[in-house]
């Protein structure tokens, strides 16, 4: 689904996060760096009423896929009014929260949670060296580092911090049938 609400950026891409959540709309955060400066990027997906209101709007473009019609700049121009991709520039301290998540990495083998409902953090590190994660709604302990990273974007963008801030478990999940 990310590419449907992909932008431009500037800069080097550092990290890119989707806050999938599973009775809201996603939120979705890319990390730059360009000049020794930080930026973060941020756009919302759309509910379903604004989806059906773009495509409704796009009714006359002609294009025989989906994929290419997101590559149109008629498509982009409308998710744009829909969904604008706001930025902001990183504070020093900000930019440390980074520096260290990306410093110091995180644990693949963590022993995470998993569920069907709440939501799930996917994210995507550039570098030093490309890695993917995925966690679903609450973060283990062993994650601190990148729940520091995503609770800061979720202040810098001014989401609502209880339906996309990470959360953390300090204990180990064991599930019972």
Known sequence: ????????????????????????????????????????????????????????????VKVSSLGELIETEEYKETLQKYSPVCSALLNENQ????????????NKDADKPHGRDGHSYFIEVYCPKYQKYRCWCVLPEEWSVLADVINMLVGVSQADFQRYGAKIYKEKFYFTP
């Open 1 to 60: 689904m990310w590419e449907w609400y992909k932008y431009d950026i500037d800069g080097k891409k550092l990290i890119w996060f989707e806050i999938h959540c599973s009775f809201h709309v996603s939120l979705y955060f890319t990390v730059c760096e360009d000049n020794e400066l930080y930026k973060v990027y941020w756009r919302y997906s759309l509910s379903n009423p604004e989806q059906r209101k773009l495509f409704e709007e796009l009714h006359n």
């Open 95 to 106: 930019k440390n929260i980074i520096d260290i998540f990306l410093k110091k990495g995180i």
